[in-house]
């Protein structure tokens, strides 16, 4: 039986035992709160420690980006100073280069002046000699070739005489020999009043004129050298005259040498005033026109050939048209160039050519402006009918060489000429024009409103592509002059 003592003891004991284990479980749970705490201290202790070592090396790399950024600095600066003193150090030296070349040309240009004009007095005292009665002393001294001597180089349309003598009238033809000695001179006769341009060994010494019969020209006088090469150009039209060349004299030892120049290319040019030179070397399109100053060589026909080192033929008389002479009152001129190209001399319509002495490699045509200059002009089918004639003559002439027809820059002969080769559809008839525009109207023309060298060697700049085109031949880096 409980008593109430005992009933007391045990819920004492019930109170101490609840109590205990609260104070129990406080501990326990006091002691995982602290567990926690210091857990989370050292996760920030190592993220700080962790975060504290990858900021210094972030500092570090920076730091030593930085000193690699300041070194590269250096090195640019350095290498900027010595950009700077190389590029001053090569514009001086480009500058006494320059120096160098103007001071080495202007000494060779005097040279050269003082040679050219040695050799043209010389030349020009024989001359006074042979002028002034001396004559025959001074040429029974030399040695007498006949004018068709086998080894002169005949260019055009050339005639040998009978008596040894070569004839000629075309514009642009030309003789050229290789001779010994130190003397050389022509006898040379002449229906009207010719000009001709002298090269002695490459080197231009002027106009030499020819007139009367049996004229004695001196070409060279006083030269040094072993072998030496004269060109004789004529560079007035065939209307100034026909040309004879009946003797050469040389040195009493001289000897004419067998010539080869290199010159495998032949162009032939078909043409008007502009194909001849006409005021090439005129002074203002307002300067009338003198045979003087028509000048074939400064020609686009000539400058072309010496770009493609070519020999070339003029075919050509100023104021001719394929169907109408310039001025012409009916609409269909009775003799034109359609006419004319088949004769052996321009002013001489009996004699026709053979048409065997060379074979041009490519045919250029200038024809048109006159045609349409002044009216009445040719109908259509006039014009190209004597165009077609003209085509039709060199394919039987020539056979299937290449032919560019130019047309003129004003007048309709550029839409006629253009249908007329596309409806021909003959693969080796080529067509090109020389434009407005192509050369200006004031410094690029000379007599009579003509082109001038300038505005001649701009022609050329525009026919070369279309000559190579045709040709084959490769252009070349060489001026076009």
């Given at each position: 039986?409980?008593?109430?003592?005992?009933?007391?003891?045990?819920?004492?004991?019930?109170?101490?035992?609840?109590?205990?284990?609260?104070?129990g479980q406080e501990v326990v749970s006091q002691a995982q709160t602290n567990a926690n705490i210091e857990a989370q201290n050292q996760l920030m202790q190592a993220h700080t420690q962790a975060h504290t070592q990858a900021h210094n090396q972030a500092l570090q790399t920076h730091q030593s980006h930085n000193e690699l950024h300041?070194?590269?600095?250096?090195?640019?600066?350095?290498?900027?100073?010595?950009?700077?003193?190389?590029?001053?150090?090569?514009?001086?030296?480009?500058?006494?280069?320059?120096?160098?070349?103007?001071?080495?040309?202007?000494?060779?240009?005097?040279?050269?002046?003082?040679?050219?004009?040695?050799?043209?007095?010389?030349?020009?005292?024989?001359?006074?000699?042979?002028?002034?009665?001396?004559?025959?002393?001074?040429?029974?001294?030399?040695?007498?070739?006949?004018?068709?001597?086998?080894?002169?180089?005949?260019?055009?349309?050339?005639?040998?005489?009978?008596?040894?003598?070569?004839?000629?009238?075309?514009?642009?033809?030309?003789?050229?020999?290789?001779?010994?000695?130190?003397?050389?001179?022509?006898?040379?006769?002449?229906?009207?009043?010719?000009?001709?341009?002298?090269?002695?060994?490459?080197?231009?010494?002027?106009?030499?004129?020819?007139?009367?019969?049996?004229?004695?020209?001196?070409?060279?006088?006083?030269?040094?050298?072993?072998?030496?090469?004269?060109?004789?150009?004529?560079?007035?039209?065939?209307?100034?005259?026909?040309?004879?060349?009946?003797?050469?004299?040389?040195?009493?030892?001289?000897?004419?040498?067998?010539?080869?120049?290199?010159?495998?290319?032949?162009?032939?040019?078909?043409?008007?005033?502009?194909?001849?030179?006409?005021?090439?070397?005129?002074?203002?399109?307002?300067?009338?026109?003198l045979a003087s100053t028509e000048n074939c060589n400064l020609a686009f026909g000539a400058i072309i050939s010496r770009y493609f080192n070519a020999d070339y033929t003029l075919i050509a008389h100023s104021g001719w048209g394929a169907a109408r002479n310039y001025g012409d009152t009916s609409r269909v001129s009775r003799i034109?160039?359609?006419?004319?190209?088949?004769?052996?001399?321009?002013?001489?319509?009996?004699?026709?050519?053979?048409?065997?002495?060379?074979?041009?490699?490519?045919?250029?045509?200038?024809?048109?402006?006159?045609?349409?200059?002044?009216?009445?002009?040719?109908?259509?089918?006039?014009?190209?009918?004597?165009?077609?004639?003209?085509?039709?003559?060199?394919?039987?002439?020539?056979?299937d060489v290449p032919i560019l027809c130019v047309a003129p820059n004003r007048g309709p002969a550029f839409e006629y000429l253009q249908e007329f080769v596309r409806a021909r559809a003959d693969k080796k008839l080529h067509f090109t024009a020389y434009l407005q525009g192509v050369y200006n109207s004031d410094s690029d023309l000379?007599?009579?409103?003509?082109?001038?060298?300038?505005?001649?060697?701009?022609?050329?700049?525009?026919?070369?592509?279309?000559?190579?085109?045709?040709?084959?031949?490769?252009?070349?880096?060489?001026?076009?002059?």
């Open positions: 039986m409980v008593t109430k003592q005992s009933a007391a003891a045990l819920s004492l004991l019930f109170f101490l035992s609840f109590n205990v284990n609260i104070s300041n070194q590269a600095l250096q090195t640019q600066t350095a290498h900027n100073q010595a950009l700077q003193t190389h590029n001053a150090a090569n514009a001086q030296a480009q500058k006494d280069h320059l120096w160098a070349i103007e001071a080495a040309n202007e000494f060779h240009n005097r040279a050269h002046m003082q040679s050219v004009e040695q050799m043209k007095r010389k030349r020009l005292k024989a001359q006074s000699q042979v002028q002034n009665g001396g004559a025959m002393a001074l040429l029974s001294f030399k040695k007498e070739i006949p004018g068709d001597h086998s080894n002169i180089r005949y260019t055009g349309r050339i005639v040998k005489n009978e008596d040894g003598s070569v004839s000629f009238d075309w514009s642009g033809s030309y003789m050229e020999l290789k001779f010994t000695g130190s003397f050389l001179a022509i006898k040379v006769s002449d229906t009207r009043k010719n000009y001709y341009n002298l090269f002695v060994n490459g080197v231009e010494q002027g106009v030499v004129e020819t007139f009367g019969k049996d004229s004695v020209i001196v070409l060279a006088s006083g030269l040094k050298g072993k072998n030496n090469v004269v060109r004789l150009q004529k560079r007035s039209e065939g209307e100034q005259g026909k040309s004879t060349i009946h003797t050469l004299y040389l040195s009493k030892t001289g000897k004419i040498l067998e010539y080869n120049p290199g010159r495998t290319r032949h162009i032939e040019f078909i043409g008007n005033s502009l194909t001849v030179g006409f005021g090439t070397e005129g002074k203002s399109k307002d300067e009338k026109f034109s160039m359609k006419d004319k190209m088949l004769q052996t001399f321009d002013m001489e319509p009996g004699q026709m050519w053979n048409f065997t002495s060379y074979k041009p490699d490519i045919v250029v045509i200038n024809l048109g402006s006159n045609d349409f200059s002044t009216k009445p002009h040719p109908l259509k089918e006039e014009f190209l009918g004597a165009y077609s004639i003209i085509i039709d003559r060199l394919r039987e002439k020539y056979g000379g007599s009579v409103g003509h082109p001038n060298y300038s505005g001649q060697q701009k022609l050329a700049m525009v026919l070369i592509p279309y000559i190579s085109t045709a040709t084959g031949w490769a252009l070349s880096p060489l001026p076009v002059r």
